[in-house]
């Protein structure tokens, strides 16, 4: 397993649009992407589950990434967050 913090930069937090886009992203690779956040964690591959965390403008999360290709993974993901939230 390998993880990482972000602090959430969008002006309106995890909303729709980055969450649909989130949960496409997380589909690409085979590891299991979790979200971890306001004591809650979801799948980021499922997007009704991220847009339930709740997350807003300046939350930290912690995103973990297990499986067989998680150090590629981690990196799109790391990717995908800097330039979408």
Do not use: Q
Not at 19 to 30: I, N, Q, R
Not at 31 to 47: H, M, Y
Not at 57 to 65: A, D, L, M, R, S
Request: charged share 25%.
């Amino acid at each position: 397993m390998i993880k990482f913090n972000y602090v959430i930069t969008d002006e309106i937090g995890i909303h729709a649009r980055p969450a649909g886009l989130l949960a496409k992203t997380a589909k690409t690779v085979s590891s299991k992407v979790v979200i971890k956040a306001n004591g809650k964690e979801a799948d980021a591959s499922k997007l009704m589950a991220v847009m339930g965390l709740g997350v807003k403008h300046g939350n930290e999360i912690t995103v973990e990434v297990t499986g067989d290709d998680e150090a590629e993974a981690v990196v799109k993901m790391e990717e995908f967050f800097k330039a979408n939230l």
